[in-house]
Structures are given as structure tokens and as C-alpha cells.
């Protein structure tokens, strides 16, 4: 059975940072993009970073590049966000999401399984 | 800039109804449209992927249609479980972007 298990979320100051973690089982994790996605209270979901199964191709939301990072370490099937330089439209609720299909970022797209979540709060 | 739209943003429905959700785009995004459905402090759960594919153990009282821009999710026989708000979201251009919603109650 699969599952994804986030941690990391905090309160944390305008401007501060946070390391989000997901840790995975129950699926050969390398073999998978994994994805970050938020949602702030009363709205629709935003998908925030794109990680490939294995070669550290990337993507991020223009909403969140040259401040946010994922990356992954598949020896600890884990996936993680550096969040840095936040703001307060940074809160939500962040799930880790596991790709349906394929290990490429270009070719990202469903998300099968998703996390319970973790919330980042940024206020001061 | 490429832009999802859904409609209605809520609609209220009885057991037993068929209720239709449209999800356009204003480019074309071939059939690369998932469904996902949403129920309070719940992660969003797939549904319908490539615009008419159900996921696995998902019944077969939702169905997904539609190609380039202009999409629909149908609940057929709406069960009391299905009240919840539901997203379209493509997967055929950068950033995949997910609609607005459309949040079912119950009449």
C-alpha cells in the first residue's frame, strides 16, 4: 500500500524559512516524479515543484522559483522543499503527491497518491 | 496566459440526481485533463485521468469527456459520499494548473 507521510510545516516569520519532508513506501520510489502541491485555506489546489524519479531534473511554479528547491534522496525514499525567503501567500496546506505515470518532470502531469499534508503558516 | 475555468462553481443536488461539471480551457490541451475530488480536510483524490479514464477502484458513476479545451465530469445516480468540491486540472502545458472547483451539496 503506498504512503506519504509529510512533515516540516511550522509557523514561521515573513522572510524566514522551512524544510518540508515527505517520506514514501509501498511503490519502488525512484522509479517516480514526486510533486509538491499547496492549497491556502478556501481555495483550489497549486502545484508548487516537480522532482524526476532519478536524474535531479526539476520544475517550480514561477510563484515560487529562485526561493523554493525540491530535491530528493531515494536511499531514504524521501522527497523534501527548501522553502526560503517566505511570505505570508506562501500559507497552506502542502501535500506530497506521487506521480501516476513515468520518472521525467516534462511528462508530470496525475498525481495517484497524495499525503495527509503538512501546513506552513507565515505570519508574523 | 493559460487559464482553467469551471462551471458551476456550486451547484445543490439530491440523491439519485445525474449533475454535470464543464471545465474549459482557453488553449488546447488535447486530452490531458485529470479529475480530482476533494471532501473537507481531505487530500484531493483522483478520479478520471486523460479526460476519460477511471482511476482504479473509482465507480463507474463518474464519467469524464471532452478533448482540446472543453471538458465534463458527469455523477450519475449522485450517492451521499459524492458531496464534495471537485477540480479539473490539465497536464498538457506548463504550469499544470488545476480549475477553480465546484463544490456539490446537498439540496
Given at each position: 500500500e503506498v504512503h506519504l507521510l509529510e512533515s516540516g510545516g511550522d509557523l514561521v516569520q515573513p522572510g524566514g524559512s522551512l524544510r518540508l519532508s515527505c517520506v514514501a513506501s509501498g511503490f519502488d520510489f525512484s522509479r517516480y516524479a514526486m510533486v509538491w502541491v499547496r492549497q491556502a485555506s478556501g481555495k483550489g489546489p497549486e502545484w508548487v515543484s516537480t522532482v524526476s524519479g532519478s536524474n535531479g531534473s526539476t520544475y517550480h511554479a514561477d510563484s515560487v522559483k529562485g526561493r523554493f528547491t525540491v530535491s530528493r534522496d531515494n536511499s531514504k525514499n524521501t522527497v523534501y522543499l527548501q522553502m526560503n525567503s517566505l511570505r505570508a501567500e506562501d500559507s497552506a496546506i502542502y501535500y506530497c503527491a506521487k506521480v501516476k505515470r513515468g520518472f521525467g518532470v516534462a511528462v508530470a502531469g496525475t498525481c495517484d497518491y497524495w499525503g495527509r499534508g503538512t501546513l506552513v503558516t507565515v505570519s508574523s | 496566459d493559460l487559464q482553467m475555468t469551471q462551471s458551476p462553481s456550486s451547484l445543490s443536488a439530491s440523491v439519485g440526481d445525474r449533475v454535470t461539471i464543464t471545465c474549459q480551457a482557453n488553449q488546447v490541451i488535447n486530452n490531458f485533463i485529470n479529475w480530482y475530488q476533494q471532501k473537507p480536510g481531505k487530500a484531493p483524490k483522483l478520479l478520471i485521468y486523460d479526460a476519460s479514464i477511471l482511476e482504479t477502484g473509482v465507480p463507474s458513476r463518474f464519467n469524464g469527456s471532452g478533448s482540446d479545451t472543453h471538458f465534463t465530469l458527469t455523477i450519475t445516480n449522485?450517492?451521499?459520499?459524492?458531496?464534495a468540491t471537485y477540480y479539473c486540472q490539465q497536464y498538457g502545458n506548463l504550469p499544470r494548473l488545476f480549475g477553480p472547483g465546484t463544490k456539490v451539496d446537498i439540496k
Amino acid at each position: 500500500e503506498v504512503h506519504l507521510l509529510e512533515s516540516g510545516g511550522d509557523l514561521v516569520q515573513p522572510g524566514g524559512s522551512l524544510r518540508l519532508s515527505c517520506v514514501a513506501s509501498g511503490f519502488d520510489f525512484s522509479r517516480y516524479a514526486m510533486v509538491w502541491v499547496r492549497q491556502a485555506s478556501g481555495k483550489g489546489p497549486e502545484w508548487v515543484s516537480t522532482v524526476s524519479g532519478s536524474n535531479g531534473s526539476t520544475y517550480h511554479a514561477d510563484s515560487v522559483k529562485g526561493r523554493f528547491t525540491v530535491s530528493r534522496d531515494n536511499s531514504k525514499n524521501t522527497v523534501y522543499l527548501q522553502m526560503n525567503s517566505l511570505r505570508a501567500e506562501d500559507s497552506a496546506i502542502y501535500y506530497c503527491a506521487k506521480v501516476k505515470r513515468g520518472f521525467g518532470v516534462a511528462v508530470a502531469g496525475t498525481c495517484d497518491y497524495w499525503g495527509r499534508g503538512t501546513l506552513v503558516t507565515v505570519s508574523s | 496566459d493559460l487559464q482553467m475555468t469551471q462551471s458551476p462553481s456550486s451547484l445543490s443536488a439530491s440523491v439519485g440526481d445525474r449533475v454535470t461539471i464543464t471545465c474549459q480551457a482557453n488553449q488546447v490541451i488535447n486530452n490531458f485533463i485529470n479529475w480530482y475530488q476533494q471532501k473537507p480536510g481531505k487530500a484531493p483524490k483522483l478520479l478520471i485521468y486523460d479526460a476519460s479514464i477511471l482511476e482504479t477502484g473509482v465507480p463507474s458513476r463518474f464519467n469524464g469527456s471532452g478533448s482540446d479545451t472543453h471538458f465534463t465530469l458527469t455523477i450519475t445516480n449522485l450517492q451521499p459520499e459524492d458531496f464534495a468540491t471537485y477540480y479539473c486540472q490539465q497536464y498538457g502545458n506548463l504550469p499544470r494548473l488545476f480549475g477553480p472547483g465546484t463544490k456539490v451539496d446537498i439540496k
